[in-house]
């Protein structure tokens, strides 16, 4: 199996001041899908532990030049510590812009090879990145898993192609900030966090102990799939009376989650999305959180680029 390409200056700046940083924060070992058409981090896709996080790009968002090849039509899947590889790319950044005219003048190349690494009889699968200056080549090699095997690959895009499911109902969190705060606050209160979503656009979350109950209401919100109109007799009641009415009408669902997951997800606003949407997935498999990009200087949503997070449900309340 091969695999090279070279950074594209876009590449560089997506991956190192974006989306390594925030994918770091969701775990530190992901897996990294490769085929014929995009680049793909996987966090927790084969072990249903934790937040489950699918960053996907288009080949050319982030190279050019770029070649694989592989028995397995071409696929190539590995797992990687995210922190070594995001510390490998931005010591190679800083060679090429040292030595060169900015980052891709000197052309950053990143390829699969395998090495005999120091005092070991076995060569060892790497991910490496090559700065090739006027008189001289600066390597950093990434270690990696052994890549996985054909029935190892068709698990991990089995489990991709279940992740794609949508949300009949996703709401649009317009301040990601604010809604850190929050989670900051509740971190002290309990370990477990209350939310429903529902069709008029309400955003409700809560954490209860027996001492105290601290909730969150965000109302209104721009509504993607199944919407309906809120009813007229609800507007005057609390928002937990609300919620629980809108949930035995069916235009709402409930799930809970760890207030930890829902903090990791919220970390990927270091990868700057546009905007968020969150929704719960059917029967209240899990809460999933959508992010969009926009082509840079317009309001298109950019279809080279994609990110969301599907947090597992400890109790699936109600829907």
Known sequence: MKFKAFLTENGVNLLEKRFLPALDKMGKICHLYLNRDHAIFLHNLLNGDGVQSIAQFRKEALFDDYRISSQNEDRIAFAVDISLLHRALRSSVSICTEFGNGPTANRLQIKLVKKLPPNSTQPMPFLTFETKGYKSAVIQDVPISKPLSRAQVLELQTALDMAQDLPQTLVQVPDLNQLQNFVDRMRH?????????????DLHIQISTTLITLGAEFQKLLVLGER??????????????????AILRGDAQSVQVSVKHFGKSLQCHLAKPDCAFYGIAPQGSCLTVIFQFFIPGSHQMDK????????????????
């Open 189 to 201: 209160v309990g370990e477990l966090l209350n939310i429903s979503i529902s069709k008029y656009g």
């Open 228 to 245: 309906a109109d809120a009813p007229s007799e609800d507007q005057n009641l609390s928002a937990q009376t609300r919620s629980a009415r």
């Open 304 to 319: 080279s680029i994609s990110l969301h997070c599907r947090l597992p449900v400890l109790d699936q309340g109600s829907g």
